[in-house]
């Protein structure tokens, strides 16, 4: 089977960093996803990682290392629209699997 | 250009009860896929397809069924609803395969399904 593991809760404030990670254990393994989900609305796709090392979009980045199943998702000048869940996926073939989601706040 | 669409948007069912989420895709993905989410939790894989007249079974598929007729629709079907099917329940495609584009799922806006 598999498993994903990433943070409930995190607080930051507003201009801030912050790291979410995301542990797995999975077969078949061929990436790692994140996506951003406000107020129970439509999941929308962040990032996609396949190979090791850090991919960076505007103030996002995610970083993989499969040697280690293990990924994160960095949030750069934290803004208060950030405020969302966070969920990291794991893409075997034919499907993807979602972690639990890391609920995000960003404080004034 | 429309995307993933999901009918209906909001039902209310009595236990007991059958109904049918339709969802629609107008991209020409292989991959169609049905997840449900409730409060506080992440998306369960529900049931998947990877082409026309594919199914298959995620990690919670009990007490549902699926069809894929046509490439373009994925059809969620409930036999006899129970509380504990109450939840929103989201349709999403992607590209097929394994390269990168199939890390990216659309989704649709959600179906909330109330068993009463």
């Known amino acids: 089977g598999q498993s994903l593991e990433q943070p409930s809760e995190v607080t930051a404030v507003e201009g801030a960093i912050v790291q979410i990670n995301c542990t797995y254990q999975t077969s078949g393994f061929y990436g790692l996803s994140w996506y951003q989900q406000h107020d129970g609305g439509a999941p929308t796709f962040l990032s996609y990682n396949a190979l090791d090392g850090l991919e960076e979009t505007g103030r996002f980045s995610s970083f993989l290392s499969r040697s280690d199943s293990y990924g994160y998702l960095l949030l750069q000048e934290l803004q208060m629209k950030d405020s969302a869940s966070y969920f990291c996926a794991v893409r075997e073939i034919g499907k993807l699997i979602f972690g639990q989601g890391t609920e995000l706040s960003v404080k004034p | 250009n429309a995307g993933v669409t999901q009918t209906p948007k909001f039902r209310v069912l009595k236990t007991g009860q059958s109904m049918t989420l339709l969802c629609a895709q107008d991209?020409?993905?292989?991959?169609m896929y049905w997840y449900r989410q409730d409060p506080g939790m992440g998306l369960r894989l529900i049931h998947y397809?990877?082409?026309?007249?594919?199914?298959a079974k995620g990690e919670v598929p009990d007490g549902y069924n699926v069809s894929r007729l046509k490439k373009q629709n994925f059809l969620l079907g409930l036999e006899s609803a129970a509380p504990s099917q109450t939840s929103v329940y989201f349709c999403?495609?992607?590209?097929?395969?394994?390269?990168?584009?199939?890390?990216?799922?659309?989704f649709g806006e959600g179906s909330r399904l109330t068993v009463l």
């Open positions: 397809s990877v082409g026309e007249g594919t199914t």
């Open positions: 991209m020409n993905h292989e991959y």
């Open positions: 999403a495609s992607s590209y097929g395969g394994t390269g990168p584009g199939t890390g990216e799922l659309f």
